[in-house]
Each structure stands twice: as C-alpha cells, then as structure tokens.
C-alpha cells in the first residue's frame, strides 16, 4: 500500500515534524521506496513465533525507591533555550 | 611517535621513553596539521587533553600503572562528554554542551585516557557513508574522493590516519564494523548489554551498543577492557564479569571451528571481496582452524525488520528534541505546537526526517502488528538461526561489506542502496552478538574488511582469533599514502 501526500501529512504531525509543501512529494516518495523494502517482511512467515524485545531476553531491574539523583536544575537549565525563575518557557499555551 | 599502537604506547610510558604530555601535543599538532583534509573531528579539545595528559603524567610518577593512563583516543560526538559541545552530528545539537559525562567517557577518563576530541558521525549515527552529518562529510584516508564508512566515520577516519592510535564507536547496524572494514582498522561491536548506554545519545535502543575502534585487535582488547562492565545507570547493562581481554589474545586456533554462511556468498557481493574471505579463511586454517560451511536461512529477512524496529525506536527516541529544554528551537515560535514542528524540521536532517517518518508510521494506530511486532518476530528468527549454527562452530566468518568505500556522493539520491551496505553487519544488533571486522585486503587500493561473530559475551574470542591472524598477515600495518 503506497501513501500518498496526504497519508505523509498526518505522519509528519503525529511525528511533529514541519514539512514544507514543496518537500512533501520529495519525502513521500522516499518512504514509498522504504516501505517497499520494509514490506517484504509481510512474506515470512511467523506463526507461532515470539517477538523478542531485548536479544538476552532480559528484563527490566528493579531498584530500591530510594532518591539517587542530587539536584541538578542549575547545570540543566543553564543550556535550554528559555528560562525564567526555574521554569521553562515556552509560547502561550492558555488565552 | 603517531605510528605506535596504544600498546606501544602503553609500553613507551611504562619504560618512561616518553611522557603523555610530549606525546600529546605531537598528536595535537599532526590533527592541525592533517585533519582539514579529513574532517574527521567536529570538536578538538586540546586544553582538556593537555590537561588530562598532565594529570596522567603526575599520576604514573607517583607510582600508578595502567594500559590507558596516559594514553590518547578521541569519542564519537555521540557520548556526552561534561562541559564540550556534544553534538551528535545535528544541527539540533550544534549548541548543546553536556551537563554530564557518558558512563564510557567517565570509565575511560578515570583510567587515565587523554581526550583529543569528538569525531564526526552521520547525524544521530543514521547513516553508512558519514555524509549525513551537519559539519559535513568526511574523506577516507585511503582515498579523499571516497566516504569512510558510517556512522562512526570519524572515528574511522582519524585512526586509519595516524592522527591517532583509537577511539569509541558506536554500532546500531554496523556502525563501528562497517567503517572500520572501509579504512582498514579493526573495529569491535561487543555483546549487547556489554558496554553500558548512559549518556550515549539514543538512537536504537534495543540496537545500540558501544565498542572500540584501533588499528589491531592488541588495542582493542585493551580499549574494552576500560568500557566493559554491569552499569546500574543503563536499564539494559548485563551483569556478567567482565574478562581480562587480552589474556587470550595469544592461544592456539588448533581446532577452533568456523562457520561460513553459504547464504553470504550471493549476487550483491563484490567478487574481488568474496576472493580476499577465502584467502582470510585458507590463513585461519592454516593456524589450525576448522571451516565448515553453514546456513543462516533468514538473513535476508534482516534488513527490512532493522528498518522497521531502528526507526521505530529511533522516533520514540528523538521526541526528546522538541526545543523546549535543550538543543535547537526556531526562531518566534507562533505557538507550541509550531515551536515543536519547525525546531524539528529546522533542526533535523533528511536521513533523520525520513527515519523518524517512517518510524511514526510503523508504529501509528492499526499498523504496530503488521510492522513492529512482525519485525520483532523475524528478530527471533534471526537470533535461532545464529543459535542453531553456534551448536555446530565457534564462530562465524564471512565479509564486513558486499562492497569497498564508494564515492563521496554516489549513493546521495538512493537511501535504500546505502541501506544494503549493512547487510552483513545488521544481524548482529538484532541477535545481540558480538562482532569484529579486521583487515583482510584490498580490492582497487581500498581496505576490504572481514567479519568475525561469535556467542554472547565471547568477545575474548573475536579478539583472539583477530590477534592470532594479525600475527600471520599484515594487512592492518597498512598505513594510506600521505598519512
């Protein structure tokens, strides 16, 4: 199943990724190309097989709920693009 | 002096014919001097390294030992370094300098290491031919006119070229391997869970792993030695004990059993390639091995599954980019939601773009089953395979790449053909394993790289069956002409 431009447009929303609209034919027809390689997956078949996660099949440790970060908001908030008392600033959310 | 391997270094230092301090600043110079024709680093740290070198120097006169302290390598721009720039090859990150150090720069800086910089990568390590990056790609040594490798190109580049003796790598589907086969080093892709995560900018998580790149299997013994180990910080770390890697490096191959995929063998590999694997094979044998050939029936399937969970992965990864607490945003932002699309789109690359594309799809409402899942389901498929054949070899050989380093700019307007290059490489990530790529040749005056895979956690036995060919052959004392 081939996408088209609009299929590309609700992509890159849910993916929050601006594309211009002369980019978009470009990009659609990459991730046609992708999705034709992709799809070769779809004649293997896999019945009865378990997905496998993590190659160890390991799981998720489990710690002690104990705090083991110290405080570093400073050295954090030092490189974000706009601060204000403590917080991060971004454009208004709420009229 | 930038010839010396880091175990003549380690040597050198030990019998004090020369301090890290002196060799540091002529590794210094020659990256001034050598680098504008590679651009192989994105960063240099030259006050930090004088420093680290110092520090290192003062520690040995005071009685300390080490195979590392002193000695010189340089981080793929991946791993957060504390207070440099650490860019991941992005626009995105151009601005970003880390408030913390990566578990693998902390181990390696508490050895004594001296660090010399960040090398180049493709951005986010999507890539295969190091061109993707935001600060341009950058030349093989071997020839100017071709790419290195990716992603850990840089890293590539700077050891192929004696500027110097190592340096990490990072290899989702082949990015340290791959490289390394296409500048003539020898390069180390551990175990997965191995080498810890924390602090390496996330591009596949279930993929990702850390390892070392140098010019022969003697040093990256001794670079893993210093990134190995069970690290509480990384959900995923495996805690196993961690071997002396350089213990074994001289046992016999009498009788060691290697598998030979017949399925390696196909249409898209480069015949003067398939000639120097069975010339890398009649040597091993010669050393007392034992080949068999074997079959790994769902190697094909390897490549679309990589590009379903790599990029699915990687756009659950990169959400965190969304210019609000660190890296780029755009410029008056209308509102969140337009601050969120062009801080991504402006600060992201096309390979990116695509792959974080991509991965959205696969993951969206309706398709998970039909993409992620069945993905992981041939992952299985291939990890059995692997699992079935190390019932009957030690390990397995084959070729790193089906071709030699291309032109700069050849495979620019065809992502999927840069995707086949990592055929080889890719089933590692997906089954977990450890995997090296040693010199084995040249086709047309460019290194031509064979790999080696063995079980989980037998990386001593990768380096070993590495270091016993590197004693009956000299491909790897290769340098590039003007290096």
């Keep these: 199943m081939a996408l088209d431009r609009s299929d590309v447009e609700k992509i890159a929303h849910l993916a929050r990724i601006g594309l211009n609209d002369a980019d978009i034919p470009r990009t659609t027809e990459a991730l046609n190309s992708i999705l034709g390689l992709i799809d070769q997956m779809q004649a293997v078949d896999t019945s009865g097989i378990e997905p496998l996660a993590h190659p160890l099949e390991a799981s998720q440790r489990l710690r002690e709920d104990a705090v083991t970060e110290p405080n570093r908001r400073d050295a954090y908030q030092a490189i974000a693009p706009a601060v204000e008392n403590g917080l991060y600033l971004v454009p208004k959310v709420i009229e | 002096m930038h010839q010396m391997t880091l175990a003549e270094i380690a040597r050198g230092l030990a019998e004090k014919k020369f301090s890290s301090e002196e060799l540091t600043r002529v590794l210094l110079a020659r990256i001034a001097r050598l680098d504008p024709q590679l651009n192989s680093f994105i960063t240099r740290t030259d006050d930090l390294a004088i420093a680290q070198a110092k520090a290192a120097d003062a520690r040995r006169a005071n009685g300390e030992t080490g195979a590392l302290l002193g000695a010189p390598l340089a981080h793929k721009d991946l791993f957060c370094t504390q207070g440099v720039r650490t860019s991941c090859g992005s626009k995105m990150l151009d601005n970003f300098t880390s408030p913390y150090d990566a578990t693998v720069v902390a181990k390696l800086a508490a050895a004594g290491t001296v660090t010399l910089g960040k090398t180049n990568m493709d951005e986010f390590a999507m890539g295969s031919a190091n061109e993707s990056s935001h600060y341009g790609p950058v030349k093989n040594p071997w020839n100017l006119e071709h790419v290195p490798g990716g992603s850990s190109g840089g890293s ?204 959205a799809y696969a993951l969206s409402a309706g398709y998970y089953d039909a993409y992620y899942l069945q993905a992981q389901k041939i992952r299985r498929l291939i990890k059995n395979d692997f699992m079935n054949a190390f019932t009957e070899v030690d390990v397995i050989l084959g070729p790193t790449t089906p071709n030699p380093a291309w032109k700069i700019g050849a495979k620019n307007n065809d992502p999927i053909a840069e995707y086949l290059e990592d055929f080889y490489t890719i089933t590692a990530n997906l089954a977990g394993l450890p995997g090296l790529s040693m010199p084995a040749g040249f086709a047309g005056g460019l290194p031509v790289g064979v790999q080696l895979l063995a079980p989980y956690f037998q990386e001593g036995r990768l380096l070993n069956v590495a270091h016993q060919y590197q004693q009956v052959t000299d491909w790897h004392t290769r340098a590039p002409q003007g290096f």
């Design chain 2, 156 to 359: 590539a580049a700077a050891v192929a070229a004696r500027l110097l003796p190592a340096a990490t790598g990072t290899d989702t589907g082949g990015s340290i391997r791959q490289p390394a086969a296409l500048t003539n080093l020898t390069g180390l892709k551990p175990t997965y869970g191995r080498v810890s995560r924390w602090g390496m900018i996330a591009y596949a998580s279930s993929l990702d792993q850390a390892g070392p790149m140098a010019r022969n299997a003697e040093d990256c013994a001794l670079l893993l030695q210093g990134m190995a180990g069970f690290d509480p910080l990384d959900s995923t770390s495996i805690d196993e004990p961690v071997p002396d890697y350089s213990a074994n490096l001289n046992a016999s191959l009498q009788g060691l059993r290697i598998g030979v995929p017949k399925e390696y063998f196909s249409a898209g590999l480069d015949p003067r390639i398939a000639e120097l694997i069975q010339a890398s094979v009649k040597e091993l044998e010669k050393l007392g091995a034992v080949v068999k050939e074997i079959s790994l029936p769902n190697l094909q399937h390897a490549i679309p599954a990589y590009y379903v969970i790599a990029p699915a992965e990687a756009s659950s990864n990169l959400s965190r980019f969304d210019g609000v607490r660190f890296g780029y945003r755009c410029a008056d932002p209308k509102d969140l939601t337009d601050l969120y699309k062009r801080s991504r789109a402006e600060g992201f690359g096309a390979e990116v773009q695509r792959r974080i594309l991509v991965g």
